[in-house]
T-cell receptor, first 116, second 114 residues
Framework: AQKITQTQPGMFVQEKEAVTLDCTYD???????LFWYKQPSSGEMIFLIY??????QNATEGRYSLNFQKARKSANLVISASQLGDSAMYFC?????????????FGKGTKLSVKP | DGGITQSPKYLFRKEGQNVTLSCEQN?????MYWYRQDPGQGLRLIYY???????QKGDIAEGYSVSREKKESFPLTVTSAQKNPTAFYLC?????????????FGPGTRLTVT
C-alpha cells in the first residue's frame, strides 16, 4: 500500500530554535499534494501547509516551510523560532489527484515538545 | 462562524449497541469525510462523500455505515459489527475539484465501547 512514513515518533526542541520534522512518501502518481496538520492535545486537526507535486518552489506559511525533495519523495516540515504553543502532534499526509481524489493518506505522526 | 461541529465530544456505549455520531458543516463544502484515529496512530479513512446521496467506502469501512441526505450533514453509524469501535472519530469537509484545498476538521468524538 502507498504510505506515508514519519520516522520520528517524538522530538524535542528548545524554544526559539528551528526544528525539522521528517516525512517520506510512496506514490506512483505524478500528480499529488502533500499536507501537514497539527493536532494539539484537544484533538482537532489544524491545517498548516500544502505542497503540490508540480510546485517548483517550496511552500512557506509564516513560521512553517516545507522542504520538498521530489526525487527523494520527501516533504519535511520546518518550524522556525519554535514557541511553547507548537507542542503537539504533527501529521504529514498525501492526496493523490486521480480516481480517489480527496482521500488523504496520513503518517503516524511526530510528537513535538518545545522546552522553555 | 463557519465550521464543522461534531457531537457529543465523548460518547459511551455498551458492546452490541449501534451508535450514531453526528457531523454538521456550514462551510458549503460538497465533500465530507469520516476518519478514525487510534492511540499513537494517524488517521484512517472510513467513508467519504463528494455529493448528496452518494458516498464511497474508505480503507476501513467494515462495521460502519453513513448517509448523506443533506449537504450539511454526514452522520456515521458505528454498528455492532465493528469489532474494535473504541477510537477517536474525526469528521472533515472540503471543496471538490480544486487541487491544494485542505480538509477542514471538526473537534472529534471520542467513542468508548465497553
Amino acid at each position: 500500500a502507498q504510505k506515508i512514513t514519519q520516522t520520528q515518533p517524538g522530538m524535542f526542541v528548545q524554544e526559539k530554535e528551528a526544528v525539522t520534522l521528517d516525512c517520506t512518501y510512496d506514490t506512483s502518481d505524478q500528480s499529488y499534494g502533500l499536507f501537514w496538520y497539527k493536532q494539539p492535545s484537544s484533538g482537532e486537526m489544524i491545517f498548516l501547509i500544502y505542497q503540490g507535486s508540480y510546485d517548483e518552489q517550496n511552500a512557506t506559511e509564516g513560521r512553517y516551510s516545507l522542504n520538498f525533495q521530489k526525487a527523494r519523495k520527501s516533504a519535511n516540515l520546518v518550524i522556525s523560532a519554535s514557541q511553547l504553543g507548537d507542542s503537539a502532534m504533527y501529521f504529514c499526509a498525501r492526496m493523490n489527484y486521480g480516481g480517489s481524489q480527496g482521500n488523504l493518506i496520513f503518517g503516524k505522526g511526530t510528537k513535538l515538545s518545545v522546552k522553555p | 462562524d463557519g465550521g464543522i461541529t461534531q457531537s457529543p465530544k465523548y460518547l459511551f456505549r455498551k458492546e452490541g449497541q449501534n451508535v450514531t455520531l453526528s457531523c454538521e458543516q456550514n462551510l458549503n463544502h460538497d465533500a465530507m469525510y469520516w476518519y478514525r484515529q487510534d492511540p499513537g496512530q494517524g488517521l484512517r479513512l472510513i467513508y467519504y462523500s463528494q455529493i448528496v446521496n452518494d458516498f464511497q467506502k474508505g480503507d476501513i469501512a467494515e462495521g460502519y455505515s453513513v448517509s448523506r441526505e443533506k449537504k450539511e450533514s454526514f452522520p456515521l453509524t458505528v454498528t455492532s459489527a465493528q469489532k474494535n469501535p473504541t477510537a477517536f472519530y474525526l469528521c472533515a469537509s472540503s471543496i471538490v475539484g480544486l487541487a491544494g484545498t485542505e480538509q477542514y476538521f471538526g473537534p472529534g468524538t471520542r467513542l468508548t465501547v465497553t
